[in-house]
Nanobody, 120 residues
Framework: QVQLVESGGGVVQAGGSLRLSCAAS????????MGWVRQAPGKGREFVAS???????YYTSSVKGRFAISRDNAKKMVYLQMNSLKPEDTAVYYC??????????????WGQGTQVTVSS
């Protein structure tokens, strides 16, 4: 079992930056693919970024060049650095984990989510 807790969300102006953190507990995450999924109001969930157990990264096209996912297996942490934020990035961001592929990702574990609001 893996438990995931996100933090770092908030309100930021367009063009600003935020860094989301995901703290994992339970099993080691070193063999898991980790990712971030977001859900905007009235929309379905969208995979934002993922990182494989060996560090390969994947991004949805709308965030490429602006977001960066990273992991620290020793600390059981996953991060999402978000730069040049846009109002359309407003969503609840969920941390996710899977023992299978990083992209496409079918999460087996989810966090509770953290709200990111980008004002124009």
């Amino acid at each position: 079992q893996v438990q995931l807790v996100e933090s770092g969300g908030g309100v930021v102006q367009a063009g600003g930056s935020l860094r989301l953190s995901c703290a994992a507990s339970g099993r080691t995450i070193s063999t898991y693919a980790m990712g971030w999924v977001r859900q905007a109001p009235g929309k379905g969930r969208e995979f934002v970024a993922s990182i494989s157990w060996n560090g390969s990264t994947y991004y949805t096209s709308s965030v490429k060049g602006r977001f960066a996912i990273s992991r620290d297996n020793a600390k059981k942490m996953v991060y999402l650095q978000m730069n040049s934020l846009k109002p359309e990035d407003t969503a609840v961001y969920y941390c996710a984990a899977t023992y299978s592929s990083a992209w496409p990702m079918t999460p087996g574990y989810w966090g509770q989510g953290t709200q990111v609001t980008v004002s124009s």
